[in-house]
C-alpha cells in the first residue's frame, strides 16, 4: 500500500501560477511519477510524468499539447517531494490534480482543486 499526498492547490486569477507538491510514505525517487487531472464531467488525463532516479534519460514526460511551455515537473528529494510549477494558468486548467505512482498496481493520492477564475 501506497500513500499518497497532494498540496499546493486554490483558486488563481487567469495568468496566474500555482506550484502543487506529491509527497508519499515512499521514497518517490525510485519511482516514476505522474501527474494527472481530471475537470468537471470529463474523463482523468494525464499531465506530466518524472521517471525514477533509475531511468536512463532522466528527463520529463510532458502528456499533453496544452501544458507545454506553462508546466514543469521537479523532484525535491529533500522534502521527498515531486512538484508541478504552472504557470500561465487558463480556466480551463481546472480540475482536480492527482498524483500517482505505479508498484505492481496504480497508486493515487486524493486529488487537489485547481480553480483558474478571475
Known amino acids: 500500500q501506497v500513500k499518497l499526498v497532494e498540496s499546493g492547490g486554490g483558486l488563481v486569477q487567469p495568468g496566474g501560477s500555482l506550484r502543487l507538491s506529491c509527497t508519499a510514505d515512499?521514497?518517490?525517487?525510485?519511482?516514476?511519477v505522474s501527474w494527472f487531472r481530471q475537470a468537471p464531467g470529463k474523463e482523468r488525463e494525464g499531465v506530466m510524468c518524472?521517471?525514477?532516479?533509475?531511468?536512463?534519460?532522466?528527463?520529463?514526460?510532458t502528456y499533453a499539447d496544452f501544458v507545454k511551455g506553462r508546466f514543469t515537473i521537479s523532484r525535491d528529494r529533500s522534502e521527498n517531494t515531486v512538484d508541478l510549477q504552472m504557470n500561465s494558468l487558463k480556466p480551463e486548467d481546472t480540475a482536480v490534480y492527482y498524483c500517482?505512482?505505479?508498484?505492481?498496481?496504480?497508486?493515487w493520492g486524493q486529488g487537489t482543486q485547481v480553480t483558474v477564475s478571475s
Open positions: 518524472l521517471p525514477s532516479k533509475f531511468s536512463t534519460s532522466g528527463k520529463s514526460v
Open positions: 515512499i521514497t518517490l525517487d525510485f519511482y516514476a
Open positions: 500517482n505512482v505505479w508498484r505492481n498496481e496504480d497508486y
